[in-house]
């Protein structure tokens, strides 16, 4: 019976490629409010696919800022209730001049949907809906309970997702939440992520005159921001590479020896990794693994840096103001609001003279996260990839973020599974972002499975 | 008989604000490409009024990139002649968001008009072009010889400048410079400029990965651009303020204890100067005055810095690049070919490991310049200056740069007397840059007063 499922979906494959080329043609970026019409649409979008995939209970449900979509299906009792968990939402697509084809105008190329937001999140997130589909469609039921949660605000930290859950605790409530968010490492390898770093983010400015100055006039009588700012960023990190922010690493777990060992046992080559990246040469802090820097160990990154003119030619100013957005990546009993207030402390103390230090206020936080290896959510993930691929799935962490997981943990006490069908190359928050188009297709055979196995295993 | 210049020039003041208003409106900005078709109509609107001014042989002349206007009147044998130099190029207007009122479409309020350029130099550079109008309407004739050089470079350093003097070196031939370009230090005091600072100028990049990379997954691993180049140009300056450049201040020529003395006697009070930039605090390079590290001090100054992400919100990226632009200011004795090669040399031993560094060939320079004190066309603008005032003129430096100067000086064998009506504090390259509208009239009568004691000293 459960073949009818496979069947359809496999016979559906180019309306679905369709459907998704619509979806990611949404410009529904969560930064700015600039594209406060593409989060609208996108929203509607996924309570109308949702709606056509005779789920129960659709709506939007406002947050402070971008809406959660929600939605059930509720109709097999006494089979688990699993909460799926993906976002709407995507990255801001500039720098706009280095895509090959428009970031919202989605382009096939060898294999490749090419867009923003393809592959984080919109190509997963779809996948589990039109599972939903192909079952209703092909047997009227789901073989368990699934309650929807789509956000708005992934790419900006999931400001609202904390009130709301707590909000709605009773109608989120599940055994485990699977998330269609969250990335595979590698193409041909087959894996389950059991953590993910947390996050905590700051932005500041450095203000010298009241108005930008002509450098030629008053340059040498006062600070230059710029100046400022570059040996404000310079006394972030030692020269080779460490936080240099007071107490920083006060509170990470040192990895065991066996987890070490573990960890150089995953087949990964720095050169292999060199060449992804296109890098002059791998750094970072020194006496770990570049696995280890990656998913086990803090960061601290300037995401963006800017005063002064930016033009063609040249302008002789002393600007005003110099700015600078930041991020940590925390590790486990790492305190997203702790480490904000040591990088604080580290700016207020190494402001040079004849600036002011000022610090906006909305800090991102995330707490790190990390899941029980014998979870049964995550053996039954396990269990369909062996399945598939032959291989046994390898057990890896994830340098990135996902606060969900964290969120889903404290106020509803049930863990994540990360159960993502993009992989980690597929160039999320830069330009040419693509989404490997049999990854969907692979993974809408998976989520079926998955669904079906843990129906059966009840 | 010379009277009736006065008297012409005074009835016609809501004419010739009117003309500097239309000339404001044109958008002259010669750094960026964009602004190609405001150029052309800026160096047309010039040749038009040399033209109805009666001025001889008007002509737009081409150089490699903006063209220069030019015109003649030479019709007083025996007397002087005289290259009256300005500049029809303004600076780029941005940052947008900080005008009042926007930048080509000029505005007065409070007897000061608005707009960019018409400080620097539109203002001040229609003065002399009115002024020969005004003798050729009420006399016929120029009391002394007049040669015009208007170009348009003078914003990005004036690339094209020095070949076309070496070309034109006979018809630009003159007994010394006027120029309508350099600005008067105060508005309550009337001063001769004798020196300006040279300049040299650079710009580079800093680059990591081929593309821009998600700081989650590849933060800690590879070096982040914003980084280098914060560890980059802080390297460029002690804590202190110094230029930590090797051999930066090797040319530069000491200044005398007289020097310093007759320094000292300007009137010049560093609370006076800090409240008029609005900065926190005078910061600069220790063991001098303010007014010595503005007129008599090198600097290096970074004129804008950017990489990542500069929208709202935050964006988790780590830069595939990352951008700055330099200028320096130097003083006699300091070559500017000799100071980029330092400054380039001291990039590439600083530049930190994980990153390439690449900079762009098209350096500005522009020598530094100083004017014998006995000079006669100084000593005219002294004497028209005290005979408006009632007041001896200061001699006074500036920190800023005209690369004309230099320039005439090496190629004609000419000094360069600056006579310009704009004031130091009229935010040219900032927003709201301004220009006194007495200013215009009180520059109109000076120069045909100045016009008028040089012919009659012949």
Redesign the interface.
């Known amino acids: 019976m459960a073949q009818d499922v496979y069947a359809h979906l496999a016979a559906n494959q180019d309306r679905t490629l369709a459907e998704l080329i619509e979806f990611a043609s949404i410009a529904s970026v ?4 600039v594209y406060a019409t593409g989060m609208a649409a996108a929203a509607a979008w996924v309570v109308a696919m949702l709606s056509a995939a005779g789920i129960d209970a659709v709506r939007i449900m406002p947050t402070a800022r971008h809406p959660v979509v929600y939605g059930e299906w509720l109709g097999a009792p006494g089979a688990p209730t699993i909460l799926v968990y993906g976002h709407y939402d995507v ?2 697509p ?2 706009m001049d ?1 895509w090959e084809s428009p970031p919202f105008a989605p382009q096939v190329r060898e294999g490749r949907l090419y867009a923003r937001g393809v592959s984080d999140d919109k190509g997963p997130m779809l996948i589990p809906l039109k599972v939903a589909a192909a079952f209703l469609a092909t047997q009227g039921s789901l073989p368990i309970n699934v309650k929807f949660l789509f956000e708005g605000e992934e ?3 999931s400001p609202s997702l904390e009130a709301f859950i707590r909000e709605n605790a009773d109608l989120l409530a599940a055994d485990f939440a699977l998330s269609a968010d969250g ?1 595979m490492w590698r193409i041909d390898e087959p894996s389950v992520t059991v953590a993910s ?1 947390g ?1 905590a ?1 700051i ?1 500041f400015t450095v ?18 921001p ?2 400022a ?9 030692t ?1 080779d ?1 460490r936080v240099a922010v007071d107490g920083f690493y006060d509170d990470v777990v040192a990895l065991t020896p066996v987890e070490r060992v573990d960890l150089a046992a995953l087949p990964f080559a720095d050169s292999d ?1 060199l060449a992804q ?9 020194p006496g770990y693994s ?1 696995l280890e ?2 998913w086990t ?1 803090p ?1 601290l ?19 005003s103001t ?4 930041i ?1 940590c ?1 925390l590790v486990p009993a790492q305190q997203p609001s702790a480490i904000i207030a040591k990088v604080m402390h580290h700016l207020d103390i190494h402001t ?5 230090l000022t610090i906006q206020n909305d800090h ?1 936080e995330a707490l790190p996260y990390q899941i029980p290896a014998d979870h049964p959510g995550l053996r039954v993930a396990m269990a369909v990839l062996a399945e598939m691929s032959g291989r046994e799935p390898l057990l890896v962490r ?4 996902l606060p969900v997981s964290e969120l889903f943990l404290r106020l509803l006490g049930i863990y994540t599974v990360f159960f993502s069908f993009s992989t ?1 190359d597929e ?6 972002e693509f989404f490997r188009i049999h990854r969907l297709h692979e993974g809408l055979a998976a989520w079926a499975r998955y669904w079906q196995l843990l129906g059966e295993n009840r």
Chains 1, 2 share one sequence.
């Open positions: 969560s930064t700015d409010p990255q801001p500039d720098p280095k790419e900006i930290g990335a770093r996050m983010g932005e203000t010298g005159a009241g108005k930008d100055l002509h450098s030629g006039r008053h340059g040498g009588a006062v600070a230059n710029l100046h700012i570059a040996h404000l960023v310079a006394s972030l990190h020269a590479g990794y990246v296109g890098a002059p040469a791998l750094f970072g802090e570049t820097r990656l160990r960061t990154e300037v995401n963006g840096m800017w005063g002064g003119y930016q033009g063609a030619g040249s302008k002789t100013v002393i600007p110099a700015h600078a957005k991020t990546r040079p003279p004849g600036v002011h991102h994830m340098g990135g973020t980690a160039d999320f928050h830069a330009p040419n």
